[in-house]
């Protein structure tokens, strides 16, 4: 939320300052509105009549254009954009020790501080690392470790043993650490297969509202670090993610599979168990993968194929009908030649 | 909850009266078993039977039959059914200020009374409508607006700065203002774009148990009024929705997207980002959108088709291994025929 | 958590000895690094190895080996570990009558102790069994009956009047009786249709965290006794389903439909309204049912066909590409000699 110099932003995004670099920017502003202490950002060359009359103090952009505000030019606009929304807008972070009259925490909870527990949450015995944020309702089991400068919103519930690496954030409604589904059929009935492993989710993932996520039946359930998991995702027991993945909203993953690094997950996207797709895959929205991706690519479908190959059969698809009645009376003129 | 007249009732309802108007009605009831204290309905002609001997008071239809009920005859049986159900159980609304002595309410909220806050309720420096309801566990943030007459039901969680309109229902568990999933590539890994947008859900809008609506980047993620979403959707950021719409459930919407008036969504229906469906258009339950719809209609799919090619291509496809034989031995035989 | 012999683990598992019957065994444990007051398992022959130099003081195995580990062998090792993990671990009970503090108890709830409230969870004017455990966050209705030995996991909420059987278990966030999503056109717009049935879960019924079971418009939703549902399923108004069933992560089904007992559906299926699945219907992960399922057997497909054929036809998709382009051709020659 710090004021600062435009200089001083374009030392931080590594980028080249054209006009007055001293001029003093207190946040992020929309080109067509801002007043001049506001910095605003050109993604694409149709914005340059917007920034040819803004009254914005500066602008981020990755070539200079004519406009009345200083420019900060930069190789990636988005990355420039994100880093000084950041130095801006920073994630929540405790910086004074303050647990609400309201939290139940455990005497023998650990609590580094300064942590900040919000209203209403209940912490176990659990070890809660400096800058962490607990907010109203959050539940911690006994036994959950949470590292340095972790968030963890309202109503969430981290089951017992669930450990976290620093900075990891669980957005509303997140669950960590809830039984996976291991059943084993008795005659004609299940029998429940206690889960007695736990979660551990790496440094700086990130996990959506609503997204669960299961403790492993033995051993360990595994997020990879820098993983993003958007919001109402499953992922059950036993499953290991590698690093640096993304997976949008809806992902499906059934038990035991792995994934590789830098995997991107498309919307509700499926996948089966007991799978491994190695790193670099990426699998687009709504496809479903039943059986092993040991290539890096890109997938599509249901089940998926090839992306390209995908693409092509569903649009062919259009034909298909003309192709079945060609085939229907194909059929229907070989009997009659046969009879 | 409030007893009445049939000829009350049939006001209500637009409806014609047959037989007694002066019977008082106490409540809903189910024909075989009611007594004449209640009110049925006849759907459809097989009920005719149960209609005649009834013990029932009063009977919602369409066309009048032989019944010893006084009778309501109507245009429209299931609009009907509804309005005399909701004389008799009316949307849960505040009538009294109460807040509970366990609520949290931050001591710059600002609540016009009658307000009703159910226990353990946490309310920030929030604005609430008269009339609304917060139920137990609720967490409302910072900034947070309610219109009057809005109900939110308990463990559900709004993120700071997003406003409701008046009436609006949210479901218990359903998260409104997460963070937005943007992150940007930086080298091999992800950069958060912080979100510094909101929500707004206009008037009348009813948002399912476990629903996620994710904040803009920047502006707003925007639910028109009288929109009604089912359980467990995704709303991702920037997405604009029109009035009038319904989402079942499993609905899940990719970051900017936009949807006209009167859209309706069949379950787990999938719709990719940066995408624009015109009013009208119907997409059937499991079916994935790819490409803009611009023409109102039914579709459906994966990815959609308009609705009865889609149909007629699934249903074709029971011949396709048939057709595929055929292809495959004629390519052999042309292979001889070559050799 | 009891330690006991050798012989008795036999005994409830019915399995037979084969060494030292009189080992006392403390819980369970990895035959590559357990100590000898633990019992491991071997699943399949590769093992072998490892059970030949174990330090574990027993193994649950289909075959004897050679081993320094005291031998049970049984025919069903995963029933075995299963039964022998619940000895160690068995589910949590309320073994003294202990409501926290920081818990809301309506003054007329009818608690029949021992039963344990966690902290900050909020009880109507309702009814728990003995033996029943609610924890932190949680919130029961006015109305709301549980049996004995039910398990309520943080921030999970049941609607009023919702009703469970015995030994019941809620994962955390699941959300139970919330409204069906009904509504009728009128003009251009929705009216909400009360919903004013309930829910019934029966004894035995597990429900994974995040799922939602909508409670019926009239009358009830019904779940059937064993019934086990994974995470983030969307049950809807009405729906009755059987016994014995088990429902993966991410499972939609629309309201009124009927499903049979021990009908099995992988993670994501999507069950269109007013279906019917007899018993012992299995329905591939990610498929998509929008007819009856009159037949038992296995489905696959979007929509579903049986699953072997479904199957065949994805596999023939490959092939597309080649005959269309084949079709396209024959259509050009066709029209070439025509001209």
């Known amino acids: 939320m710090s004021e600062t110099t435009v200089a001083a932003l374009a030392a931080l995004v590594g980028g080249r300052v ?116 607990v907010m109203a309702g959050a539940v911690l089991g006994d036994g959950v470790v949470l590292g340095r400068d972790c968030v963890v919103h309202p109503n969430a519930t981290l089951y017992p043993g669930v ?44 996990i959506g509202a609503g997204t669960a996520i299961d403790r492993a039946t033995i051993g360990l359930t595994r997020i990879g670090a820098r993983t993003k998991i958007d919001n109402l995702c499953h992922i059950a027991h036993n499953c290991v993610l590698g690093t640096d993945c993304a997976l949008a909203a809806g992902v499906m993953i059934a038990g035991s599979t792995s994934i590789g690094d830098r995997c991107v997950l498309g919307g509700a996207v499926g996948i089966g168990g007991h799978l491994k797709l190695v790193a670099d895959v990426r699998v687009g929205g709504a496809s479903v993968v039943l059986k092993d991706l040991l290539q890096a690519g890109e997938y599509m479908g249901h089940p998926v194929m090839e992306k390209l190959a995908w693409l092509r059969t569903m649009h062919g698809l259009h034909d298909f009908l003309a192709m079945r009645e060609q085939f229907v009376e194909q059929r229907r003129a070989d009997r009659k030649s046969d009879g």
């Not at 190789?75 to 801006?88: C, E």
């Not at 300064?114 to 015995?125: D, K, Y």
């Not at 889960?195 to 551990?200: A, K, P």
């Open 18 to 133: 054209i006009g007055d670099g001293e001029r003093r920017i207190a946040g992020i502003g929309d080109l067509r509105t801002a007043g001049p202490d506001r910095i605003g950002f050109v993604r694409n060359p149709s914005y340059a009549a917007v920034a040819a009359t803004t009254g914005a103090g500066a602008v981020l952009l990755a070539e200079s254009l004519t406009t009345p505000a200083s420019q900060i030019v930069v190789a990636d606009v988005d990355v420039a954009f994100a880093k000084v929304a950041l130095h801006f807008h920073p994630l929540p972070q405790a910086r004074v020790h303050e647990v609400h009259a309201t939290a139940v925490v455990h005497a023998e909870a650990g609590l580094e501080p300064p942590v900040a527990v919000g209203p209403r949450a209940v912490l176990g015995r659990c070890r809660v690392g400096a800058g962490s944020v």
């Open 163 to 206: 450990r976290l690496g620093d900075r990891v954030v669980l957005h509303a409604g997140a669950v960590v650490g809830s039984d996976g589904f291991g059943y084993v059929r008795e005659g004609s009935t299940w029998l429940k297969v206690p889960q007695l492993g736990s979660v551990v989710l790496e440094d700086d993932v990130e």
